[in-house]
Structures are given as C-alpha cells and as structure tokens.
C-alpha cells in the first residue's frame, strides 16, 4: 500500500460535507480538520500498482466543495 496525505481546501462552509462525503466512501484510515491554509486533512492508502493520479482524482476530487488540493506521498515509515 502507498500511504498519501492529502490536505484539502474547501469553499467556506462546505467542510464538514466534504468531510462526511469522504467517511461514507470509506476510503481514509483517518480524517482530521485543521487550521490554517486548508481545511481537512485526510491519510489514505493507495493499493500496490494502483495509479496514484487517478485513484485521488476519481475517489477524493471529484468531491463538490473542494477548492484545492495538496498531496503528500509518503515513502518509508521509520
């Protein structure tokens, strides 16, 4: 598995949706709000050979309320 972080930007008022759209689609080992410059943020993990581009693109951005999008792939884990 890959683990990415993904912070997400949200239109004002749209977090918490957000935020449930992505529990129901079970697709993060967690999910946190934040402060500063976006809104959630969200670890999940991607399967071996899967495309990582287009697993976030098709299961976490197609979301409405999302603005933007920084992602963080993760390497090792020490």
Do not use: W
């Not at 918490?16 to 809104?39: H, P, Q």
Request: charged share 20%; proline share 3%.
């Amino acid at each position: 598995m890959i683990c990415v972080f993904i912070q997400l930007q949200c239109k004002p008022g749209t977090a918490y949706a957000v935020a449930d759209k992505l529990f129901y689609r079970e697709i993060c080992s967690e999910l946190y709000s934040t402060s500063g410059e976006y809104d959630l943020m969200a670890k999940i993990y991607i399967p071996e050979g899967t495309d990582v581009g287009h697993y976030i693109n098709n299961k976490v951005l197609d979301i409405d309320g999302i603005v933007r999008s920084l992602t963080t792939m993760t390497f090792k884990a020490f």
